[in-house]
């Protein structure tokens, strides 16, 4: 399984983008990058998932280099309810979620 | 709202004691995960489910079982309790077997047990 490595911690204030970036040196042909978010004493949701270049939806952006050794998520505009632990995992989704590993995530605090 | 059910919401209980914790997927989907979270360990894959049959184990202790019944509900039994037990715990489900393409693993609100 390939090891991720992201930052505990990150704090931003409202309004401005916030870039949580991920590394994985020993990623895999068939890995796919999905990140998820998750609130105190929720359950983890699915923010966004990549395999190569950019992908863009609702919620964020993920951006992953042709090496794809590490991947950036992009959070445009935050605000006070986009405080919450992000985690980065790397995998073969085709082989199933029991593939990916959740990691202590990055714990993101925005202020006013 | 993920669709995703979990009973029951907090659990207190002592060392040694047995308990369920159950999970109801979201409408179609046919696999369920059940996953630990515990401060100092994180979150913790233990078991996959799929239709009925199980398909993958992580970390799970032999203390621990699970099964999925044919309704597509899933439990999680939890034996011989011990204080390091305490944890919350989530199920999560997905439509198909592997999670490639579109499919997306949704997590239900957990279950937050505390073992005295």
């Given amino acids: ?54 992908v863009t939806n609702e919620v964020a952006s993920l951006f992953i ?17 986009d405080t919450a632990v992000y985690y980065c995992l790397v995998g073969d989704v085709n082989s199933g979620y029991s593939t990916l590993t959740f990691g202590k995530g990055t714990m993101l605090l925005v202020s006013p | 709202d993920s669709g995703v059910t979990q009973t029951p919401k907090h659990l207190i209980t002592a060392t040694g ?14 696999s369920v995960y059940w996953y630990q979270q515990s401060l100092d360990q994180g979150l913790q894959f233990l078991i ?18 699970a099964q999925q019944f044919p309704d597509l509900h899933s439990e999680l039994n939890l034996s011989s309790l011990e204080l390091g037990d305490s944890a919350l715990y989530f199920c999560a489900s997905s439509t198909s077997l592997i999670g490639g393409g579109t499919d997306t693993q949704y997590f239900g609100p957990g279950t937050r047990l505390t073992v005295l």
């Fill in chain 1, 1 to 54: 399984l390939a090891k991720t490595t992201q930052p505990i911690s990150m704090d931003s204030y409202e309004g401005q983008e916030v870039n949580i970036t991920c590394s994985h040196n020993n990623i895999a042909t068939n890995d796919y990058i999905t990140w998820y978010q998750q609130f105190p004493s929720q359950g983890p949701r699915f923010i966004i998932q990549g395999y190569k270049t950019k």
């Fill in chain 1, 65 to 81: 280099p042709a090496d794809r050794k590490s991947s950036t998520l992009s959070l445009p505009r935050v605000s006070l309810s």
């Fill in chain 2, 17 to 30: 004691q047995r308990v369920t914790l159950r999970c109801s997927p979201r409408s179609g989907d046919l």
């Fill in chain 2, 48 to 65: 996959h489910y799929y239709n009925g049959e199980e398909r993958a184990k992580g970390n799970i202790l032999e203390r621990f079982s």
